[in-house]
């Protein structure tokens, strides 16, 4: 059995690069891929938590965990659908895909 320290510290580890990207990127795709990497390392986190939950406690049901999995999964999809498709729509409308530059909003 894999103890839970080594989920949490690759979970830690995945977070640690999401956020190096997000931080050091110009791109807006590679802002994207960086909050993935870092929704990923939750991901990673609860189902770890959940695993080691239900063997602590073998009464409660095992979908419960499951569920609230998917749920996170279905929220980031739709995340990274919204926020490409709000990249695309700058990108036609400034030409460039730089954060630095999308200032769409600025008065």
């Not at 690069?17 to 993935?36: M, N, Q, Y």
């Not at 959940?50 to 569920?67: A, D, E, F, I, K």
């Not at 995340?79 to 954060?99: C, F, H, K, P």
Request: aromatic share 10%; net charge positive; glycine share 8%.
């Amino acid at each position: 059995m894999i103890p839970l320290s080594w989920y949490l510290i690759l979970a830690a580890g995945l977070f640690c690069i999401g956020l190096f990207v997000v931080l050091t990127k110009k791109s807006a795709i590679g802002i994207l891929i960086g909050i993935e990497l870092m929704l990923n390392a939750v991901n990673i986190n609860l189902a770890a938590f959940w695993h080691y939950y239900t063997q602590l406690n073998p009464s409660q049901t095992p979908l419960n965990g499951m569920v609230f999995l998917a749920i996170v999964f279905i929220v980031a999809a739709a995340e990274t659908a919204v926020g490409l498709a709000l990249i695309i729509s700058a990108y036609r409308r400034r030409n460039t895909s730089v954060a630095g530059e999308m200032d769409l909003l600025k008065g």
